[in-house]
């Protein structure tokens, strides 16, 4: 067997020599930052052990627990003179490892041309939230808790950028109303949660700049890496125990605010800064103070899983249905419902193009009964995708 040819050596002898110098001296850094990581961990557990709490796993599955995902086009197809995406959303429904019930919906969206595509994709983004809110309502009553993927508010941060890029109009400010609607009444159900599993959260290097009124290395790192070190297996950090009932993203932007605003007034700057979208889009800023976050480690060689919850629900529920038994994917810490509809509902790639050539090949179909009207489609087709045969 040929031996595999790697990309390293197709390059000029004198280039790789250079690359492997600084593959070298990168080495040499990360090194050192994660030797000083260590030493500042160290300083940290001292602070943060005394807020994680174990979390006993009870040897029975009696919650139904439902998760809501969607998937959308990775690009829009333009083949049809018309900008053509598709979402797929889906529900499953499982009590311990035992599926109840899947519901899929799907969904084709499209925008002409002329309009701008940047604002079709911040408009696709919100349309697939909409989908999603949709299916959970319906779903609500059919399950013991609700997981939706991803923050309850990260919609109102696509919309902050629409109405920057001044592509706000009628229609979005619509679609937005209707979300924010929807995602209230899943919030006041009492039984919905989400997982944030692309986590930006840096709240623990923000409270220790807060009170310390100072800087420190862990405004730098986000708290999933902070706590994959400290938390142990069957342990959880309830943030509200540390920061009282204020917001998570408070802090947070604490952290980014620190190297940069007055210590003095960090607290005001931040408060302003995460209350700003919902202001700037005419939707109530204390949405953020009723939302509470905690961090939950099953497996101890998996980084904890960040959820977000109402402040109406009891945490004593959620913890509840969350520590009986095979909640939790094993391979990924994050719950089992939702690793299982993120897999059923995902779009490939090339998915569209399947879609958009599906529409050519049934729209054809339809025009054979009439002579001039299959002649005017073969037209249309040649002018705006003239590679295509008949």
């Known amino acids: 067997m040929a031996e595999e040819i790697t990309d390293w050596i197709k390059l000029p002898h004198d280039l790789q020599h250079r690359f492997f110098l600084l593959a070298k001296d990168e080495a040499k850094e990360l090194k050192q930052r994660i030797l000083d990581l260590k030493g500042q961990l160290k300083y940290a557990s001292q602070y943060f052990d005394k807020y994680f709490k174990h979390v006993e796993i009870k040897n029975e599955e009696l919650s139904e627990i439902a998760a809501i995902d969607s ?20 529900a499953v429904i499982l009590k311990g490892t035992q599926k109840r019930e899947e519901i899929f919906r799907a969904k084709v969206f499209r925008r002409h041309q002329a309009l701008s595509q940047d604002k079709s994709k911040y408009l696709f983004d919100l349309l697939s939230t909409l989908t999603e809110r949709d299916l959970a309502l319906e779903i609500l009553d059919k399950c013991d808790l609700l997981i939706l993927d991803g923050s309850f508010y990260s919609f109102v941060y696509t919309a902050q950028r629409m109405k920057r890029e001044e592509y706000l109009g009628e229609e979005e400010i619509k679609i937005i109303k209707e979300i924010y609607d929807k995602t209230e009444k899943l919030k006041r159900s009492g039984k919905v949660i989400s997982i944030i599993k692309r986590s930006h959260t840096r709240a623990i290097g923000g409270y220790l700049a807060f009170i310390n009124k100072s800087n420190n290395p862990f ?48 607290y005001e700057e931040a408060y302003s ?57 094993e391979s990924t810490n994050l719950p089992l419902a939702l690793d299982l509809i993120d897999n059923l509902v995902e779009i490939p790639s090339k998915f569209t193009e399947e879609f958009v050539s599906e529409i050519e090949s049934r729209l054809l179909e339809e025009m054979q009964t009439d002579i001039n009207d299959q002649e005017l489609i073969k037209i249309f087709f040649s002018f705006i995708n003239p590679q295509k045969r008949f």
């Open 273 to 329: 800064k995460i209350y700003h979208p919902f202001e700037n889009l005419g939707l109530p800023k204390e949405t953020i103070d009723s939302m509470r976050r905690l961090q939950i480690r099953i497996f101890k060689e998996l980084p904890p899983c960040e959820i977000e919850y109402p402040s109406n629900i009891d945490l004593n529920k959620i913890l509840n249905v969350l520590s009986e038994k095979n909640v939790f994917n």
């Open 219 to 266: 405004t730098k790192i986000i708290d999933k890496l902070i706590l994959s070190v400290l938390m142990k297996e069957r342990e959880y950090f309830n943030y509200h125990d540390l920061i009282e009932n204020r917001p998570v993203q408070l802090f947070t932007q604490i952290a980014l605010l620190v190297t940069s605003a007055n210590l003095e007034n960090i």
């Open 71 to 90: 998937s959308r086009s990775f690009s829009l197809s333009e083949r049809l003179g018309i900008r053509y995406g598709v979402i797929g959303a889906g």
